[in-house]
């Protein structure tokens, strides 16, 4: 079964600094996708980012970008320029051939 | 973009009721739908995988008696807590995508349920 780990339980960062979050995960497929979700304290997910496994350039979203690594089954999370608005539980997630499986979640706090 | 309802996004009811939670996809057609719970300060848990027409698929350990599980047309998916209990109380989130596509799934805002 696909697991994802995300080793840091919370994280912060100052104002418009920026900052990693981690995520590891473990999977026998090579077809396969995953994302950085968002939840803010509204508890909606919100999609940040997302990277097809075939590809290997590492995707971006304006201030997000991910770095990518399929041999090592990384993919953190960067965060430019940090935001108030960017406070929020982050959760890392696998999608293989059916469901998405998701990480144990990153609370970011920004520190003004 | 996509656009996933789910209704109510509260409710409160006492111990011994059935509640009824809606997930309607807006503007595509939703071949599959998932059902979460999400624990305070936790992660989501997939409860279930239902396709539109089939029984759902239930993952180890959630009762299906319980978490009744509906998907009859494109568009719409509900999940019955059965004769809830104060340890239903949860917070359930609902998810839709196209599977012929390779769009990723789209999230309702979710649904806490208390129960008295």
């Known amino acids: 079964a696909q697991t994802v780990t995300q080793s840091q339980p919370e994280m912060s960062v100052q104002e418009a600094e920026t900052v990693t979050l981690s995520c590891t995960y473990d999977?026998?497929?090579?077809?396969?996708?995953l994302f950085w979700y968002k939840q803010p304290p509204s508890r909606q997910m919100i999609l940040v980012i997302r990277q097809e496994a075939y590809k290997q350039q590492n995707a971006t979203e304006n201030r997000f970008s991910v770095n990518f690594q399929k041999a090592a089954k990384s993919f953190s999370l960067k965060i430019s320029d940090s935001q108030l608005g960017d406070a929020a539980m982050y959760f890392c997630?696998?999608?293989?051939?059916?469901?998405?499986?998701f990480g144990q979640g990153t609370r970011l706090t920004i520190n003004p | 973009g996509a656009v996933v309802s789910q209704h109510p996004s509260r409710v409160i009811c006492k111990s011994g009721t059935s509640v009824k939670i809606e997930c309607r996809s807006l503007d595509f057609q939703a071949t599959t739908m998932f059902w979460y719970r999400q624990f305070p300060k936790k992660s989501l848990m997939l409860m279930a995988t239902?396709?539109?027409?089939?029984?759902?698929?239930?993952e180890q350990g959630v009762e299906k008696d319980k978490f009744l599980i509906n998907h009859a047309s494109l568009t719409l998916s509900t999940l019955t807590v059965t004769s809830a209990h104060p340890e239903d109380s949860s917070f359930y989130i609902c998810?839709?995508?196209?599977?012929?596509?390779?769009?990723?799934?789209?999230f309702g805002d979710g649904t806490r349920l208390s129960i008295l």
């Open positions: 998810s839709a995508r196209d599977a012929r596509s390779n769009q990723p799934q789209h």
């Open positions: 999977t026998s497929e090579s077809d396969y996708y």
């Open positions: 997630a696998y999608q293989g051939a059916q469901k998405l499986v």
């Open positions: 239902s396709n539109e027409g089939s029984k759902a698929t239930y």
